[in-house]
Nanobody, 127 residues
Framework: QVQVVESGGGLVQAGGSLRLSCTAS????????VGWFRQAPGKEREGVSCISRYSRYTYYADAVKGRFTISRDDSKNTLYLQMNMLRPEDTAMYYC????????????????????WGQGTQVTVSS
């Protein structure tokens, strides 16, 4: 049984930092590309970042480039998202997702390509 569990969300002031973690079990984590998505109230789920197998390639949404960093520790089956210089518009539920393949590709933010999802962790940035 595959389980994907996020943690690390919370309330932070604008300009602050948070690090999200995601642990996956029941699958060969190291062989998969993994990513972060977010969804704000009343908005569609959007891709934040994706990292391929062996951390060979990383992709970021324009809105977070230069502020967020995705990384993975395959020895721990864990994905991270370091979020710096947070803004109120970053407020959302953040989801971890595991792709069915090892690569992200240019269309990395397509939700249908991700087979396993966590329940989400809430990030709230106050102004």
């Amino acid at each position: 049984q595959v389980q994907v569990v996020e943690s690390g969300g919370g309330l932070v002031q604008a300009g602050g930092s948070l690090r999200l973690s995601c642990t996956a079990s029941g699958l060969t984590f190291e062989d998969k590309a993994v990513g972060w998505f977010r969804q704000a109230p009343g908005k569609e789920r959007e891709g934040v970042s994706c990292i391929s197998r062996y951390s060979r390639y990383t992709y970021y949404a324009d809105a977070v480039k230069g502020r967020f960093t995705i990384s993975r520790d395959d020895s721990k089956n864990t994905l991270y998202l370091q979020m710096n210089m947070l803004r109120p518009e970053d407020t959302a539920m953040y989801y971890c997702a595991v792709k069915r393949v090892s690569y992200c590709s240019v269309s990395w933010s397509r939700t249908t390509d991700f087979g396993y999802w966590g329940q989400g962790t809430q990030v709230t940035v106050s102004s």
